[in-house]
C-alpha cells in the first residue's frame, strides 16, 4: 500500500514521535511529496532542524518516492482555483492552501493513500478531487 | 553498494509471483523479485531515518 503524509505529521512526529504506527510500518511504501518537503525546509530555522530534513529527505530520493508534478497537474489546480465558489475565493490567496492542493494531486499521482490532520482544507480539496484517498487523523 | 547476484534455489508461493508481475510492472520472475526485495530494503532505510529524527523537536510549522 502506497502512502503519502501530509506536512503536520511529519511535524508531528519530529517534534513529539506521534504517529508511530504510520511512521514506522513495514508493510507500507511511503511517498515524500516535494510541496512537503518544501513547507518542512520552510520550517527549519536552526542548523539541527536542517540536519533533520536531510536525514529525512536522503532516503526517499535515493530510492525515487519524492514526488513531483506535471504540467497537467498544474492545470488542474488551475482549473480547480478558477472553480472555487466565491465561499471558498479566500482560498486561492492562501499559500498553505495551494500546497496542500498540490499535495493532493501528488497522492492522486502515485496512487498512494494521503495522512494528515488538516479536515478543513482537505475537505475542500475532496470534493474538487473526489478520487484521492484521504486519511483523517 | 554494488549489486551481486547469485543463483538461488528456493520454494517460492507461485501467485503471489504472479501478483507481483502485475503489481510491480516487469517480465521476468527474477525482476519480480529482486524489485519487491529492493522496496523492502529502500522502506526500511526510510523508517530507519524517521526512526533517527523521531523526537528531536526542531522544526517549526510556517504552513497552516
Redesign the interface.
Known amino acids: 500500500m502506497k502512502v503519502l503524509f501530509d506536512?503536520?505529521i511529519?511535524?508531528n512526529?519530529?517534534?513529539?514521535?506521534k504517529y508511530?504506527e504510520l511512521?514506522?510500518?513495514?508493510y507500507?511504501?511511503?511517498y515524500l511529496s516535494n510541496y512537503v518537503l518544501m513547507?518542512?525546509w520552510?520550517?527549519?530555522?536552526?542548523k539541527?532542524?536542517s540536519r533533520?530534513?536531510e536525514?529525512?529527505q536522503?532516503?526517499?530520493l535515493?530510492?525515487g518516492?519524492v514526488i513531483t508534478l506535471n504540467t497537467n497537474h498544474f492545470i488542474t489546480i488551475g482549473q480547480i482555483l478558477s472553480d472555487m465558489p466565491i465561499t471558498q475565493k479566500s482560498k486561492t490567496k492562501n499559500?498553505?492552501f495551494i500546497?496542500d492542493l498540490c499535495i493532493g494531486l501528488s497522492a492522486l499521482a502515485v496512487g498512494a493513500i494521503l495522512f494528515t490532520t488538516n479536515k478543513s482544507d482537505f475537505k475542500i480539496i475532496k470534493s474538487f478531487l473526489p478520487q484521492v484517498k484521504i486519511v483523517y487523523i | 553498494m554494488e549489486s551481486a547476484y547469485v543463483k538461488k534455489t528456493m520454494f517460492i508461493n507461485t501467485n503471489y509471483i504472479k501478483k507481483a508481475l502485475k503489481i510491480l510492472d516487469v517480465k521476468t520472475e527474477k525482476e519480480a523479485v529482486n524489485k519487491a526485495l529492493e522496496?523492502?530494503i529502500?522502506?526500511?532505510?526510510?523508517?530507519?531515518?524517521?526512526?533517527?529524527?523521531?523526537?528531536?523537536?526542531?522544526?517549526?510549522?510556517?504552513?497552516?
Open positions: 506536512t503536520n511529519y511535524i512526529w519530529i517534534r513529539e514521535r508511530p511512521m514506522l510500518d513495514v507500507t511504501q511511503k513547507e518542512l520552510a520550517g527549519a530555522k536552526t539541527q532542524a533533520i530534513i536525514k529525512l536522503k532516503p526517499y535515493k530510492a518516492r499559500a498553505g500546497n | 522496496i523492502v529502500e522502506e526500511d532505510e526510510i523508517i530507519n531515518a524517521h526512526k533517527e529524527i523521531g523526537g528531536t523537536d526542531s522544526i517549526q510549522q510556517v504552513f497552516k
